[in-house]
Each structure stands twice: as C-alpha cells, then as structure tokens.
C-alpha cells in the first residue's frame, strides 16, 4: 500500500507560479509511475503530468507542457510539481497518484492522494 499526500495548494494571481508536493508513505515511490491529474468542479478528472520511475521519462498535457515541471525525490519519496504562468483555467483540485506504469488514463492508478485545490484569479 502506497499513502499519497498532497499540499502546496493555494490561491495565486494569473500569471503566478506554485509548487505541488506529493509526499508518499508505506512504501517507496522508487519503483512507481508517478503523475499529476486534475479536477475542475462540474468536469472529468484529466492528466496534467506523469513521470516514470525507471529512466524518468516524463509527460505533459499539451496545455501544460511548457509551463508545468514534474519530478521526484525518491531519496525523500516525493513528487513535485512546479507551476508556472498559472492561468484561470488551470483552477481545479489537483491529485498525484501513482502506480506500476506511466500512463495519462485515471483509471490506471491504484493510488490517489486526497486532492490539494488550486485557484488562479483573473
């Protein structure tokens, strides 16, 4: 069992940056896919960001890619997430999750965290 919590979470003006953090407990991060998805109130749940745990190899949603930053820590069993250029539609709860491969479907992570909400003022 892997335990996932996120924070990090706030309020920030368009075109300002905030830093996620993913802190994992029970077991380590070292051998798991890692990702960031997404919440807007009334819409799916979608990928942001996601980074394998083997070569690193990372991915972005196009309408993130540029702005947003995925990596780890596994020798502190963290994932990170930096924001940059934040704009309102990037407002939604944010979730890391984690699970054996790298994928951007929700449905293929065991593991979620409880969600940190992000707000970005026009």
């Known amino acids: 069992q892997v335990q996932l919590v996120e924070s990090g979470g706030g309020l920030v003006q368009a075109g300002g940056s905030l830093r996620l953090s993913c802190a994992a407990s029970g077991r380590t991060l070292s051998t798991y896919a890692v990702a960031w998805f997404r919440q807007a109130p009334g819409k799916e749940r979608v990928f942001v960001a996601a980074?394998?745990?083997?070569?690193?190899?990372?991915q972005y949603a196009d309408s993130v890619q540029g702005r947003f930053t995925i990596w780890r820590d596994n020798t502190k069993n963290m994932m990170y997430l930096q924001m940059n250029s934040l704009k309102p539609e990037d407002t939604a709860v944010y979730y890391c999750?984690?699970?054996?491969?790298?994928?951007?479907?929700?449905?293929?992570?065991?593991?979620w965290g409880q969600g940190t909400q992000v707000t970005v003022s026009s």
């Open positions: 980074i394998s745990w083997g070569d690193r190899t990372t």
């Open positions: 999750a984690a699970d054996t491969y790298l994928s951007i479907v929700p449905m293929q992570y065991h593991y």
